[in-house]
Structures are given as structure tokens and as C-alpha cells.
């Protein structure tokens, strides 16, 4: 059975940061790419990074210079460290995990975790 567990959401005034877990089980780890994305309320569900297998990074523009996605293949999980949070940064995260299999792939998310940034 498949889980991503995230942790480490919660409300941060602006300029804050938060760091973001997401442990994986259940999947072989080092062969997905690692990701977040974030939906605000009444909004569509946006990437926000990720980090693919073989170590290659995409971040929005939004959130880049101020948040940085890493792994730890060992312990099975991602990360977000996010820094100097907006009032627009808050949502919620998801984290997900995907693998090519093909011209398909497979993709698995955790079941959110609430940021909210507010004075």
C-alpha cells in the first residue's frame, strides 16, 4: 500500500518560513520523481516543485529564490523549505510521486497539509 505522509504545515506571519515533510511508503522511492503542489480556496492545484530521480529541479516562478525542494533517498522522503511566505503562499500542499511506466505514468499524492500565511 502506497502513503505519502506530509507534516510540517501551519500559520507563519509573512517573512516566516515552514519546512515541509513528506514521507513515502510502499513505493521504490529513489525511482520517483518528488514533487508539491498547492491548491488555494477556489483555486486549481498548481505545481509549486519538483525534484525528478536523477536530481533535476523545476520550480515555479512564483515561489522561486524563496522555497527549495530536496530529498533524502534514504529516509524516503521530500522536502520543501520555504522562506520569506507571502499571504499568497498560503494553501494547501500536496505532496506527489510519479513515475514514467511508457507513455503512461503513475502518480500517487498525499492527502494535503495547510499553510497559512497571515499577520
Known amino acids: 500500500q502506497v502513503q505519502l505522509v506530509e507534516s510540517g504545515g501551519g500559520s507563519v506571519q509573512p517573512g516566516g518560513s515552514l519546512r515541509l515533510s513528506c514521507a513515502a511508503s510502499?513505493?521504490?522511492?529513489?525511482?520517483?520523481?518528488m514533487g508539491w503542489y498547492r491548491q488555494a480556496p477556489g483555486k486549481q492545484r498548481d505545481l509549486v516543485a519538483v525534484?525528478?530521480?536523477?536530481?533535476?529541479?523545476n520550480v515555479a516562478d512564483s515561489v522561486k529564490g524563496r522555497f527549495t525542494i530536496s530529498r533524502d533517498n534514504a529516509k524516503s522522503t521530500v522536502y520543501l523549505q520555504m522562506n520569506s511566505l507571502k499571504s499568497e503562499d498560503t494553501a494547501v500542499y500536496f505532496c506527489?510521486?510519479?513515475?514514467?511506466?511508457?507513455?503512461?505514468?503513475?502518480?500517487?499524492w498525499g492527502q494535503g497539509t495547510q499553510v497559512t500565511v497571515s499577520s
Open positions: 525534484l525528478t530521480s536523477g536530481g533535476s529541479t
Open positions: 506527489y510521486a510519479e513515475m514514467r511506466v511508457g507513455t503512461s505514468s503513475v502518480k500517487y
Open positions: 510502499g513505493i521504490k522511492f529513489s525511482f520517483y520523481a
